[in-house]
């Protein structure tokens, strides 16, 4: 199985325009408490380089592009989120990594958790640790 | 009191780019259910006209610009949405118009319930009676 989970979005654009639409445990597999935006990423800077405990996240750049890299310890992949129809899941204890920030890109995450400091693994070594425990 | 309620969100850049987060009830003065996002508007293109009866909605321009009109059914104002740390409340009985989207506009609105077609007005002319019996 991937290590990366693609969500695909139903579009729901008519002759007005595009619309994509994302509701709480129907189009996102948990409840939403948070979501932000990351934008006007200086062009070579890399983000992420964390893991989580135990937060959830779905990621889209609803314009732009980037890439996304996982590591789950063991497998590293990377997939480019390059459609406002096309987001990944991230759950359990991944490294991740984003890379190659168009100068238009807005990548949206949408959390489970409000942000907690104490629920980050910053350091790739501790990561790996634990990450090999489970 | 405008009928037009801006929130102000806290930047959260560094030296790598720009981040803005909403975290529900603390950013969000409700609980969110549902994110979705209005892309690539054809141009000339207005959206919107119809009120809620019970939705909360925070609405701001990830990036490009719209004009948000609101009316109350006595004043009527509009709002542009030109920056990523700017938003938009709306709730109560309020119709609302959308117009001079720009052609790199993403516009994001966080929502407070499911999407549910019986909570729409879309006829002005009730809009004013409901909202003139208020």
Not at 59 to 85: K, N, P, W, Y
Not at 86 to 105: A, P, Q, T, Y
Request: hydrophobic share 40%; proline share 1%.
């Amino acid at each position: 199985m991937s290590l990366i989970k693609v969500l695909n979005f139903k579009p729901l654009g008519d002759d007005r325009g595009d619309l994509v639409a994302l509701e709480e445990l129907v189009d996102i597999p948990f409840a939403m408490k948070r979501v932000y935006y990351v934008f006007r990423t200086e062009r070579g800077v890399s983000r992420g380089f964390h893991a989580h405990k135990n937060l959830k996240q779905v990621a889209v750049c609803v314009t732009g592009s980037c890439d996304f890299l996982l590591d789950d310890g063991t497998t590293r992949e990377t997939i480019t989120l390059d459609s406002s129809t096309k987001g990944i899941l991230i759950e359990g204890i991944v490294w991740r990594e984003m890379h190659n920030f168009s100068d238009d890109c807005v990548l949206m995450v949408i959390a489970s958790e409000h942000y907690d400091e104490s629920d980050y693994i910053r350091n790739y070594d501790n990561f790996l640790k634990i990450a090999n425990k489970n």
